[in-house]
């Protein structure tokens, strides 16, 4: 399908919306009626047709908007996007792996054109036609990262791997659920989780990691990861957290249901053929309450699962104030019947809302 | 003076030891304050270490107390600066002219040690090969992640940014390449609800 790309916003007025296309297709990342931490990985071997797993890098309607979001907070502060000496060459396979995956993606879309080193972009979508030479950082106005996670939804960590220990030591972040790339910048793995509660404790990230470093070129991973975000914000940044954080107290009964989003990020990992690095693109989702109830099944579950989530958790993603409002709002689409095992919507065959 | 036992914490706060005198060509020494005593006790089990020695030692409010014990060890280079910006030049020339075999020793405030520490990783010693020990204040570095400016010398919880005025509250997460904890604004959230700042640790 030709995908007709909104004029939004993401801050301001957030004129964001959802189409029921894009509701449809929500990766919603609770596979049962409540969550734990757990190293929830698969292979990102495609998905079923016009799921957000279906291709490699997902395009949807929010594309050209969240790419117009993005050049706002990068002309605000320039150190969203960083990468050390040594990275520069694992921003060029980015750029191949982006560049090869949207062309044969999306045909219509975006072309890839090489002959040799002599490569030419087209970007449809952006209105972007360009022709450089492949490693030659002269030939781009900016690094070979920035140049096309300008072009990419998501943010991008990219991760050098050394002694069996994963880097963070470039980057593209400005959709991020509050770490700060120039903060964590050269830390390994442990130390930018170290904030996380709980996972620690439960070898979660020790599994992670050896998962990681066993990822191998051509045999991608996924999962999913989730919070909450008042109003559609993208950049919901710890640099910018003085200024974002009071619209948490905005919620109220009558507007929670359009206000307040459940934000999901899909996760993948792609191991990188030059630099032997690892690409860690953090796709963000955004859905309304309001959206999300639509799906009874989706609704039912919401509401178990922040009604049992451990304290430490809710904190942690920053709801816990607002979680009686939310149960208050979300018990209203619960009406206690069992829902079907796995992450999709089943609206053919879960049951209607019963009143 | 005892040494002060830091709480376990998260794994991005450092931690730190107790030196101990190691084979090298050269030794660099670099302490601030009280750091000096951890120095001399260096040197209590291992005085010969300090004729390949250079000491960069910063006395802050310690004044002269251990300046002339530190110069008794018998340093090879012995430099005492009025701060720690005031030195990192000298550092870097230090760290620029030093060959294989030269062995790194911090002691004092996690400030000085941090700072130090990121000059020697920028010259290429990883940050496992650089031994330090926390001697003197609990006071810390912070780095305001809105701003980004830093505030030295932090002793309560929260504090006020020195640069943009925010009230942050002091996070365990640190930064190797900035020397730096991360300072958070604590009333984002509920604007003028600041708690009575208290001494860290306590």
């Given at each position: 399908m030709?995908?007709?790309?909104?004029?939004?916003t993401f801050r301001d007025?957030?004129?964001f919306r959802?189409?029921?296309w894009?509701i449809?297709?929500?990766?919603?990342?609770?596979?049962e009626?409540?969550?734990?931490?757990?190293?929830?990985?698969e292979q990102?071997?495609?998905?079923?047709a016009?799921?957000?797993?279906?291709?490699?890098?997902?395009v949807?309607?929010?594309?050209?908007?969240?790419?117009?979001?993005r050049?706002i907070?990068?002309?605000?502060?320039?150190l969203?996007?960083?990468?050390?000496?040594?990275?520069?060459?694992?921003?060029w396979?980015t750029?191949e792996?982006?560049?090869?995956s949207?062309?044969?993606?999306?045909?219509d879309?975006?072309e890839l054109?090489?002959?040799?080193?002599?490569?030419?972009?087209?970007?449809?979508?952006?209105?972007?036609?360009?022709?450089f030479?492949f490693?030659?950082?002269?030939?781009?106005?900016c690094?070979?990262?920035?140049?096309?996670?300008?072009?990419?939804?998501?943010d991008y960590?990219?991760?050098?791997?050394?002694g069996?220990m994963?880097y963070?030591?470039?980057?593209?972040?400005?959709t991020?659920?509050d770490w700060s790339?120039?903060?964590?910048i050269g830390?390994?793995?442990f130390?930018?989780?170290a904030?996380?509660?709980l996972?620690?404790?439960?070898?979660?990230?020790?599994?992670?990691?050896k998962?990681l470093?066993n990822?191998?070129?051509g045999?991608?991973?996924r999962?999913l990861?989730?919070t909450?975000?008042?109003?559609?914000?993208l950049?919901?940044?710890?640099?910018?957290?003085h200024?974002w954080?009071?619209?948490?107290?905005t919620?109220?009964?009558?507007?929670?249901?359009?206000?307040q989003?459940?934000?999901?990020?899909?996760?993948?990992?792609?191991?990188l053929?030059?630099?032997?690095?690892?690409?860690?693109?953090?796709?963000?989702?955004?859905?309304?309450f309001?959206d999300?109830?639509?799906?009874?099944?989706?609704?039912r579950r919401?509401?178990?699962?922040?009604r049992?989530?451990?304290?430490e958790?809710a904190?942690?993603?920053?709801?816990?104030?607002?979680?009686p409002?939310?149960?208050?709002?979300?018990?209203?689409?619960?009406?206690?019947?069992?829902?079907?095992?796995?992450?999709?919507?089943?609206?053919?065959?879960?049951?209607?809302?019963?009143? | 003076?005892?040494?002060?036992?830091?709480?376990p914490?998260?794994?991005?706060?450092?931690v730190?030891?107790?030196?101990e005198?190691?084979?090298?060509?050269?030794?660099?020494?670099i302490?601030?304050?009280?750091g000096a005593?951890?120095?001399?006790?260096?040197?209590?089990?291992?005085?010969?270490?300090?004729?390949?020695?250079?000491?960069?030692?910063i006395?802050k409010?310690?004044?002269e107390?251990?300046?002339?014990?530190?110069?008794?060890?018998?340093?090879?280079?012995?430099?005492?600066?009025?701060?720690?910006?005031?030195?990192?030049?000298r550092?870097?020339?230090?760290?620029?002219d030093?060959?294989?075999?030269l062995?790194v020793?911090?002691a004092?405030t996690?400030?000085?040690?941090?700072?130090?520490?990121?000059?020697?990783?920028?010259?290429?010693i990883?940050?496992?090969?650089?031994?330090?020990?926390?001697?003197?204040?609990?006071?810390?570095r912070?780095?305001?992640?809105?701003?980004k400016g830093i505030?030295e010398d932090v002793?309560?919880d929260?504090f006020?940014?020195?640069?943009?005025g925010?009230n942050?509250?002091?996070r365990?997460?640190y930064?190797?390449?900035?020397?730096?904890?991360?300072?958070v604004?604590?009333?984002?959230?509920?604007?003028?609800?600041v708690?009575e700042p208290v001494?860290?640790?306590?």
């Amino acid at each position: 399908m030709t995908i007709q790309f909104n004029t939004e916003t993401f801050r301001d007025d957030y004129s964001f919306r959802n189409s029921d296309w894009a509701i449809k297709r929500f990766p919603f990342p609770f596979h049962e009626d409540s969550y734990m931490y757990s190293v929830n990985m698969e292979q990102h071997r495609g998905g079923p047709a016009g799921s957000v797993y279906e291709k490699r890098f997902d395009v949807d309607e929010h594309y050209v908007s969240e790419m117009a979001d993005r050049a706002i907070v990068l002309a605000e502060d320039p150190l969203r996007c960083q990468s050390l000496p040594h990275m520069t060459l694992a921003g060029w396979d980015t750029l191949e792996l982006i560049m090869v995956s949207k062309s044969e993606d999306y045909p219509d879309l975006f072309e890839l054109h090489r002959d040799g080193d002599r490569w030419r972009w087209i970007n449809k979508p952006m209105g972007i036609d360009h022709t450089f030479t492949f490693l030659d950082e002269t030939t781009l106005p900016c690094g070979p990262l920035e140049y096309i996670t300008r072009q990419a939804q998501g943010d991008y960590a990219v991760l050098d791997q050394r002694g069996d220990m994963l880097y963070m030591d470039a980057g593209m972040v400005t959709t991020q659920a509050d770490w700060s790339l120039d903060f964590d910048i050269g830390m390994d793995f442990f130390e930018w989780h170290a904030p996380v509660p709980l996972a620690h404790e439960m070898g979660i990230f020790k599994r992670a990691l050896k998962f990681l470093l066993n990822i191998q070129q051509g045999a991608p991973a996924r999962r999913l990861n989730w919070t909450m975000t008042v109003n559609p914000l993208l950049d919901t940044s710890p640099e910018n957290y003085h200024k974002w954080g009071v619209q948490k107290t905005t919620l109220t009964p009558e507007n929670i249901g359009a206000k307040q989003h459940l934000r999901v990020e899909l996760q993948t990992f792609y191991r990188l053929p030059r630099s032997n690095a690892l690409l860690f693109p953090i796709r963000c989702y955004l859905i309304a309450f309001q959206d999300l109830v639509t799906v009874p099944k989706w609704g039912r579950r919401l509401h178990r699962v922040v009604r049992d989530l451990p304290e430490e958790l809710a904190t942690y993603k920053g709801f816990i104030a607002n979680r009686p409002l939310m149960l208050d709002y979300l018990s209203r689409y619960d009406d206690g019947l069992p829902t079907s095992p796995g992450i999709w919507p089943d609206l053919e065959t879960e049951p209607p809302l019963q009143t | 003076m005892s040494k002060f036992q830091f709480p376990p914490s998260i794994s991005s706060r450092p931690v730190y030891g107790t030196l101990e005198p190691r084979p090298g060509k050269a030794h660099l020494m670099i302490a601030d304050a009280e750091g000096a005593e951890a120095l001399l006790d260096l040197a209590a089990s291992d005085a010969a270490l300090f004729a390949n020695a250079h000491i960069i030692y910063i006395p802050k409010d310690t004044g002269e107390t251990y300046v002339e014990r530190l110069r008794a060890l018998g340093p090879a280079q012995f430099y005492v600066g009025p701060s720690y910006a005031a030195s990192v030049q000298r550092i870097r020339r230090v760290l620029s002219d030093a060959h294989m075999g030269l062995q790194v020793y911090l002691a004092g405030t996690e400030g000085l040690m941090g700072q130090a520490q990121n000059e020697a990783m920028q010259a290429g010693i990883p940050h496992g090969a650089i031994q330090t020990e926390h001697r003197g204040s609990v006071a810390r570095r912070m780095q305001c992640v809105h701003c980004k400016g830093i505030t030295e010398d932090v002793t309560t919880d929260p504090f006020v940014c020195s640069h943009c005025g925010l009230n942050l509250f002091v996070r365990d997460h640190y930064s190797r390449r900035l020397a730096a904890f991360q300072g958070v604004c604590i009333d984002a959230e509920d604007p003028g609800n600041v708690p009575e700042p208290v001494e860290l640790y306590k």
